[in-house]
C-alpha cells in the first residue's frame, strides 16, 4: 500500500516519457523514408536533365521540369518541417533528460525518506516502550506519594502537638527567666548603687580630710597670697597653691609616662572622682593609671588595627570610640566588653557617659549623635539626633539633660538628650572648625571652646553665643581637628596644649595669660583638667609621641 502510494506521482511521468520515446522513433523512421525518397527524386532529376541536354526540351520535359520543380519545393519544405522536427526532438529528448534526472533526484529522495521513515518506526517504537514503562513507574511512585503524604501527615500531627507542648514549656520558661533576671538587675542595681555611695562617701571623707589639713597649713603658714578674685590662696605641702575651691594651678610635671608606642588621641579623667585617669590612642587600646605616680592599672583592647578616638571614664566603667563605626563599654575590673554599640554608619568620633553611667552620647562622621541605654544587659539606642556637619566634640551638663557638640563648620550646638530636640545653635563661632567643647563645670551656662583658628573662646549658653573671652597667644597653635582644651573645676582658669610643645592658661576673668608650661618634646593633643580624687592629682596632658604628663 506505501508503495502504491509513493509511486502514484511518477505514474503520469513515466506514460509522458513513453509517448515521447514511441513519437521520437515515429519521426526518425519517416525522416528516413523521406531522406530515401529525395534521393531517388534527386536521381531522376539529375537522369532527365541529362537526357534533356542531348535532346532538348519538350513540352513533356517542360511539364516534368515544372513537376519537378514542384516536387523539388515539396522536398526543400519537407526539409524545413523534418529540421524543425529533429529541433523539437532534441527539445523533447533534453527535456525528457532533465525529467529523468529529476525522476532519479525523487527517487533518491524517497529513498531518503523511507530510510528515514524506518528510522522514526525505531524510535517510536523506544519511545512507545519507555513511555509504557515510564507510565508504570508513575503509577508505582504515586502510589507511594499517597503512602508518604499518609505518612506527614501523620507527622505533622504529632509535630504539632511537640511544638504547642514546646511553646508552652518556653513560655513558661520565659516567663521564670524575666522574673529572675529583673531580680538579678535589681539586686544589682541596689548592690552597684550601695558600691557607689560608699565609695561616693569614702572619697568625699578623704577630701574633707584633705581640705582640714589645707585648711589648717594656711592658717599656721605666712605665704598668704590673694587669688585673682580678692580671695585668698592656700599653700599647701610641697610648695603648691591651692585656689580658694581647692584648685590646682600646675607648675610642675609630677610624674612623665610613656603611655603608648604611638600617638595619645584623648585623655580623661574618672568623672565620678577616683584617682585614676585614662588615656586612648591610635594603638586600638584604652588604658587607665593612678593619678598619684603613673602606675598602669588596667588595658582595655578594641578592634585591631583601628584607632581609637575618644573614651570617657565614669566608675566602674569605661567607654572608647573609633574609627570601626562602633563605641564599646567595658567593665574596668574584670577588663571585660560589656555593650559593643553598633549604629552608626561612619567612625564614631567621641563618646561622654551620661546619668553616671547608665546612659551613653555619641557623635559620628556620619552627622549624627545617639543616645544608648546601657544600664541592662542588652543596651538600647533611645535617640537619634542628626546635623549637618561632622561633630568632633561632646560634652554634658551635670544634669544630663543638656549636650554641646562642636563641628567641622565651626559652629557649636545645642541639645535635649531626653528628646533629642535642637535647642540652640551657633554658627561662626571658630574658621576652620571646633575641635573641642566643654561646659563650665562651676557654670553650665557658659562652654569653653577650641578651633582650628587658633583661638579658644567662653561662650555664654544663655545670650546666642556671646564671646566673654577670646584667649590667644602668639606661639599658640592647633593643628589636629581633635585636639582637647579643658576648664577649671571652678571655672577660673582656661588651658590648652599647643602644635608646639608648650601648655597655655589663661585667666577667664580678663583673658590673660597666667602661666605657659614646658615639659614635652612634640605637639600636645589635648590637657584635662579635674577636680582630682584623694591625691589631690588635678591636671594632665598628652602629646604624639604618646606621653601622658601628670602635672603637680
Known amino acids: 500500500k506505501r508503495n502504491a502510494v509513493e509511486t502514484a506521482p511518477f505514474v503520469a511521468v513515466y506514460q509522458s516519457n513513453a509517448k515521447l520515446m514511441s513519437l521520437e522513433r515515429n519521426l526518425e523512421n519517416r525522416c528516413q523514408q523521406l531522406d530515401f525518397e529525395c534521393s531517388v527524386q534527386k536521381a531522376t532529376i539529375h537522369k532527365l536533365e541529362d537526357e534533356a541536354e542531348q535532346r532538348g526540351p519538350s513540352k513533356g520535359e517542360l511539364k516534368q521540369k515544372e513537376k519537378v520543380e514542384q516536387l523539388q519545393r515539396k522536398l526543400e519544405e519537407r526539409q524545413a518541417i523534418e529540421t524543425d522536427l529533429k529541433e523539437k526532438s532534441k527539445n523533447i529528448s533534453k527535456e525528457l533528460s532533465q525529467q529523468i534526472e529529476t525522476n532519479d533526484k525523487q527517487q533518491k529522495e524517497t529513498d531518503n525518506l523511507r530510510e528515514e521513515l524506518k528510522q522514526k518506526d525505531v524510535v517510536i517504537t523506544r519511545i512507545t516502550t519507555e513511555l509504557r514503562e515510564g507510565t508504570e513507574r508513575t503509577s508505582l511512585a504515586e502510589k507511594q506519594f499517597d503512602s508518604m503524604k499518609e505518612n506527614l501527615r501523620r507527622l505533622q500531627e504529632e509535630n504539632e502537638k511537640l511544638t504547642k507542648s514546646n511553646d508552652e514549656l518556653v513560655d513558661r520558661l520565659v516567663k521564670d ?35 582640714f589639713l589645707w585648711g589648717k597649713s594656711k592658717k599656721s603658714s605666712k605665704d598668704v597670697d590673694l587669688s585673682e578674685d580678692g580671695g585668698e590662696a592656700a599653700v599647701g605641702p610641697g610648695g603648691r597653691q591651692f585656689g580658694g575651691g581647692g584648685v590646682i594651678l600646675p607648675s610642675s610635671i609630677k610624674s612623665k609616662v610613656q603611655a603608648h608606642p604611638t600617638q595619645v588621641i584623648c585623655v580623661r579623667y574618672d568623672s565620678a572622682g577616683g584617682d585614676s585617669i585614662a588615656t586612648a590612642s591610635e594603638d586600638s587600646t584604652v588604658k587607665l593609671w593612678h593619678t598619684s605616680n603613673g602606675q598602669l592599672l588596667k588595658t582595655l583592647h578594641g578592634s585591631s588595627s583601628q584607632v581609637m578616638l575618644g573614651l570617657d571614664l565614669s566608675g566602674d566603667l569605661a567607654a572608647g570610640c573609633g574609627s570601626d563605626k562602633t563605641c564599646r563599654v ?45 544600664s541592662r544587659h542588652t543596651y538600647r539606642q533611645t535617640v537619634t539626633m542628626r546635623h549637618s556637619s561632622t561633630s568632633n566634640s561632646i560634652d554634658t551638663s551635670y544634669d544630663s539633660i543638656s549636650l554641646v557638640s562642636g563641628h567641622l563648620d565651626g559652629g557649636v550646638r545645642f541639645w535635649d538628650a531626653r528628646s533629642g530636640d535642637r535647642t540652640g545653635d551657633v554658627s561662626g563661632l571658630h574658621s576652620g572648625g571646633v575641635t573641642s567643647v566643654n561646659f563650665n563645670p562651676s557654670n553650665n551656662e557658659e562652654i569653653l571652646t577650641c578651633g582650628r583658628d587658633s583661638l579658644v573662646k567662653l ?37 590648652a596644649g599647643s602644635s608646639t610643645g608648650d601648655i597655655f592658661i589663661w585667666r577667664t576673668l580678663d583673658g590673660n595669660l597666667e602661666k605657659q608650661l614646658k615639659g614635652h618634646d612634640a605637639g600636645v593633643v589635648a590637657v584635662a583638667w579635674d577636680r582630682g580624687g584623694s591625691n589631690g592629682q588635678q591636671f594632665a596632658s598628652i602629646d604624639k609621641k604618646g606621653n601622658l604628663l601628670l602635672w603637680a
Not at 330 to 339: A, E
Not at 364 to 372: G, L, T
Request: with cysteine.
Open 177 to 211: 527567666k524575666e522574673k529572675y533576671m529583673e531580680e538579678m538587675v535589681k539586686m544589682t542595681e541596689m548592690y552597684e548603687g550601695a558600691v557607689k555611695k560608699i565609695d561616693m562617701l569614702t572619697k568625699l571623707q578623704e577630701q574633707e580630710k584633705r581640705r
Open 330 to 374: 567595658w567593665n574596668i575590673r574584670t577588663q571585660r566588653l560589656v555593650h559593643q554599640l553598633v549604629g552608626h554608619s561612619q567612625k564614631v568620633t567621641c563618646v561622654r557617659m551620661l546619668q553616671g553611667g547608665r546612659s551613653v552620647v555619641t557623635a559620628s562622621a556620619d552627622r549624627s549623635m545617639k543616645v544608648w541605654d546601657i
Open 459 to 495: 561662650v555664654d549658653v544663655r545670650k546666642t553665643g556671646q564671646e566673654l573671652q577670646s584667649f590667644f597667644h602668639a606661639g599658640f597653635r592647633v593643628d589636629l581637628s581633635y585636639a582637647k582644651c579643658a576648664i577649671s573645676p571652678d571655672g577660673k582658669y582656661a588651658a
